[in-house]
């Protein structure tokens, strides 16, 4: 297996890592869209601008616009096919982007989570909409579905949890 060492005594770097600084063409230790553009051009994945944004909103966890060296080693983990599911169709690109206008919307205070309050109204339109099924007993209440939504359990949702949440759900 390769491990992508460097050799004897020198410091023993990921795959990823390499991937990641080799694609950190400026040297500003993260990844930017152009950047992520021409890595996905480089691995055969044509994605224009709209899908590279996409794919950028899936990758970047913290939703601070960049790809840090964490967020890119979780996603080239994922490996092969899972990898490429940041690479969205017209219909995916579409549904992605009504989420965040979505989760924005909800987001009543602008603090760039949604509470467990703001989640009473989303629960309820989710619903409305047929994206969450009250027959589901994971997402039979409001309170069952944010347990659902926050991962990392800090009694917020982010947007990264709630775009992961609708990806794995397979709106997207
Ligand atoms: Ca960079
Ligand atoms: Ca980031």
Request: hydrophobic share 35%; proline share 2%; aromatic share 12%.
């Amino acid at each position: 297996m390769y491990t992508g060492g460097m050799g004897p005594g020198g410091p023993k770097k990921s795959l990823a890592a390499i991937v990641f600084g080799k694609n950190d063409k400026d040297g500003s230790g993260a990844i930017d869209s152009g950047e992520l553009s021409a890595l996905c051009y480089e691995m055969g994945y044509h994605l224009d601008a709209e899908q590279v944004k996409a794919a950028l909103l899936l990758i970047d966890k913290d939703s601070n616009g960049v790809i840090t060296l964490d967020e890119f080693e979780k996603w080239w983990k994922e490996g092969g096919e899972k990898r490429w599911r940041v690479q969205l169709d017209d219909a995916g690109v579409k549904a992605l982007n009504m989420a965040v206008t979505h989760f924005q919307y909800f987001d009543k205070d602008q603090g760039g989570t949604i509470s467990t309050e703001e989640f009473r109204d989303l629960y309820s339109n989710l619903c409305e909409n047929g994206i969450i099924k009250k027959e589901d007993p994971r997402t039979r209440s409001a309170s069952a579905s944010f347990r659902g939504f926050d991962v990392n359990e800090d009694g917020a949702i982010t947007l990264s949890e709630y775009i992961d949440w609708m990806h794995e759900a397979g709106y997207f």
